[in-house]
């Protein structure tokens, strides 16, 4: 990962970041202070829905920390650093007690030639979610895959519906037999199809539900016109994303800081 870090070129991936800033930005259910930081708070205790995207001034490094412990106090949350940070961020964070968690790979696909046909799987399909009641089976099918609880379930389809109103966004629903048993969302923003939250009910992995999924949202980037697909894949994901020609090109640093 570090070897790949060193030889990616972080302007050009100005309109992919900027994507997955939107998308999580996204979860934040307030107002969002400057402070130096970009930051959401969804109130979810799950650290994926709550954090700092980027730190805006460097010099205000230490007074930033303070302002986003203070401001995230009472759920988990997570520091991403990426290229839109500035440099020595991470080790900035570690100076004020960050931790470094995980290191995630982000993947780049152009769409400038089509994902192929749909994958022939009998009795399974992808289509849109577009109303109240898909929109709760498509939470509970995600939340349950990231091993979240069910008495946040209520919390999720509520902020998901809020943000139901912002046209950037195409949830897909993978289907089988009229229930719902993988998920993905789609943020079309800056040019780039950013591909968030792809999963898979357990009793139906290696059964061609995500590679149903990822050839979906594929074709919706191409429909609306953007010109890369870009995700954060996970250790799991990155060998079916590495089949629809995906190239990791640069990663994001996740910090916490224990209390």
Same mark, same amino acid.
Do not use: C, K
């Given at each position: 990962?570090?070897?790949?870090?060193?030889?990616?070129?972080?302007?050009?991936?100005?309109?992919?970041?900027?994507?997955?800033?939107?998308?999580?930005?996204?979860?934040?259910t307030?107002?969002?202070?400057?402070h130096?930081?970009d930051?959401?708070?969804?109130?979810?205790?799950?650290?994926q829905?709550?954090? &700092?995207v980027?730190?805006?001034?460097?010099?205000?490094?230490?007074?930033?920390v303070?302002?986003?412990?203070r401001?995230?106090?009472?759920?988990?949350?997570?520091?991403?650093?990426?290229?839109?940070?500035?440099?020595?961020?991470?080790?900035?964070?570690?100076?004020?007690?960050?931790?470094?968690?995980?290191?995630?790979?982000v993947?780049?696909?152009?769409?400038a030639?089509?994902?192929?046909?749909?994958?022939?799987?009998?009795?399974?399909?992808?289509?849109?979610?577009?109303d109240?009641?898909?929109?709760?089976?498509? &939470?509970?099918?995600?939340?349950?895959?990231?091993?979240i609880?069910?008495?946040?379930?209520?919390a999720?389809?509520?902020?998901?519906s809020?943000?139901?109103?912002n046209?950037?966004?195409?949830?897909?629903?993978a289907?089988?037999?009229?229930r &719902?048993?993988?998920?993905?969302?789609?943020i079309a923003?800056?040019?780039?199809?950013?591909?968030?939250?792809?999963?898979?009910a357990?009793?139906?992995?290696?059964?061609?539900?995500?590679?149903a999924?990822?050839a979906?949202a594929?074709?919706?980037?191409?429909?609306?016109?953007?010109?890369?697909?870009?995700?954060?894949?996970?250790?799991?994901?990155?060998?079916?994303?590495?089949?629809?020609?995906?190239?990791?090109?640069?990663?994001?640093?996740?910090?916490?800081?224990?209390?």
């Amino acid at each position: 990962m570090r070897e790949m870090l060193s030889r990616a070129q972080p302007a050009r991936m100005a309109p992919v970041f900027a994507n997955f800033r939107q998308y999580l930005l996204g979860w934040e259910t307030g107002g969002r202070p400057g402070h130096g930081v970009d930051r959401f708070r969804s109130g979810l205790a799950a650290p994926q829905f709550n954090g &700092v995207v980027r730190l805006v001034q460097p010099s205000e490094a230490g007074a930033a920390v303070a302002v986003a412990r203070r401001e995230l106090a009472g759920v988990p949350w997570w520091w991403w650093v990426g290229p839109d940070s500035p440099a020595d961020t991470a080790g900035l964070l570690r100076r004020h007690g960050g931790r470094e968690v995980a290191s995630l790979p982000v993947m780049v696909r152009s769409l400038a030639r089509p994902a192929g046909p749909p994958s022939a799987h009998p009795g399974l399909r992808v289509e849109e979610v577009r109303d109240a009641r898909r929109l709760a089976e498509l &939470v509970s099918t995600y939340r349950t895959s990231m091993g979240i609880g069910s008495a946040l379930q209520d919390a999720m389809v509520h902020i998901e519906s809020r943000r139901a109103d912002n046209g950037d966004i195409v949830r897909l629903a993978a289907l089988r037999e009229g229930r &719902v048993v993988g998920t993905t969302t789609v943020i079309a923003a800056h040019g780039v199809a950013g591909i968030f939250l792809v999963h898979v009910a357990e009793e139906h992995r290696r059964q061609g539900v995500g590679v149903a999924l990822t050839a979906a949202a594929l074709r919706v980037g191409r429909e609306r016109g953007m010109d890369v697909a870009a995700l954060v894949a996970s250790p799991a994901g990155e060998a079916l994303y590495r089949r629809f020609d995906f190239t990791p090109v640069w990663g994001y640093r996740l910090f916490d800081f224990p209390a």
